[in-house]
Each structure stands twice: as structure tokens, then as C-alpha cells.
């Protein structure tokens, strides 16, 4: 079966705040995806006092046949989310110091990415209408893999036991041996 893929464009929406400490001046993060977004590059959407919303970039959503029991378990979820991967800029004097770089429904992937904690990494919920397309993606192209036990071959590996252990290593006794108390000279 040849792997299939559809690519939904998805708009990463990030939010400004003051921080509240000294070492942090400002607190970032990733509050929401806005599926079939146009481009865009940290573009304002709406201010309210220090606290901002940018729509910092659109990027592509990959769904795959491949990796639809992965998408399946993201939908099951209590809250069905994205997670979406910001690194941190080079350039220290920039003015967001984040690059959106990678979105995806995987709940697998999304746990590697998160188990990395490299740069800005957030579950995002997903919107309604986001949910029923990668549903109907899975329902066109999942197929239920049917488990196989491994059995093991019938090679008998414990034909010689002399209580002698490694034979590469010489040794007079058995080396199950109780161990002998040490007598301390004093």
C-alpha cells in the first residue's frame, strides 16, 4: 500500500506577557493554532496592555498513513492537541527570541520532542475542525496491525552447566560459592 499524506497549513499563535521575575523580562507562549492560515511572520494580531498575540508563523501540518494509530491516540485524549516546537534564536539582540519550527498531531512524536526539552515546546488544543479532518484522515487510511508474539527458537542453551561460569576465565571452583569471611590481622 503506497504511503499517503495531506498537509494542512496551521497557524502558530504566540503570546507575550511581562515575566515576574527580574531574570525574566517578558514570558512566551504558544496559546493557539489557527488551521488554514495564511503566511505570516510575527505579525500583531491583538495587544492588551504589555500582553501581545502574535501569529508567528504558519507551518505545515504532515499527516501520514504510517502514522495514524499515533493520531489516534492524540484525538482519544481527554484534550486533543498539537504540539509545537519553537527554537530559540542565534541572534541574541532579536526581537522574538523564538522560531517556530515544527508542528505535529503525533501524540508519539510530540512526547519524543517534549521528553528532548529543546527551545519552547507546548501541547496546544485543538480546534474542533481540526480534530474531524485528522479523524476522517485516520478512518481513510488506518489499518489495525494485528500483534505477533515472538517465539523463541528451540535451541536448547543450557545443554553444559559445570558451576564453573565463564570459560575464558580460570577459576578452580564454583562460582555460586558462599563467600568467605575475611580473617583481619590486628
Request: charged residues 25%; negative net charge.
Amino acid at each position: 500500500m503506497p504511503l499517503a499524506r495531506q498537509t494542512i497549513p496551521v497557524g502558530i499563535v504566540v503570546r507575550r506577557t511581562p515575566g515576574v521575575t527580574r531574570w525574566a523580562k517578558w514570558v512566551w507562549q504558544v496559546v493557539a493554532v489557527l488551521p488554514g492560515a495564511g503566511p505570516a511572520q510575527w505579525r500583531e494580531m491583538r495587544s492588551e496592555g504589555d500582553t501581545i498575540e502574535y501569529h508567528a508563523a504558519t507551518l505545515p501540518l504532515d499527516l501520514w498513513s504510517s502514522d495514524t494509530e499515533a493520531y489516534k491516540v492524540t484525538i482519544s485524549a481527554k484534550v486533543p492537541g498539537l504540539v509545537v516546537v519553537m527554537r530559540e534564536t542565534e541572534d541574541e539582540t532579536a526581537a522574538v527570541p523564538f522560531v517556530p519550527t515544527f508542528v505535529t498531531a503525533s501524540a508519539y512524536d510530540g512526547q519524543d520532542y517534549m521528553d528532548s526539552g529543546d527551545g519552547l515546546i507546548e501541547l496546544v488544543p485543538m480546534p474542533e475542525g481540526l480534530i474531524a479532518v485528522i479523524q476522517a484522515f485516520c478512518d481513510q487510511h488506518h489499518v489495525e496491525e494485528v500483534f505477533v508474539k515472538r517465539k523463541r527458537d528451540r535451541k536448547n542453551i543450557d545443554t553444559k552447566d559445570d558451576g564453573k561460569g565463564d570459560a575464558r576465565i580460570r577459576q578452580l571452583s564454583d562460582v555460586y560459592r558462599a563467600p568467605r569471611s575475611i580473617d583481619v590481622v590486628q
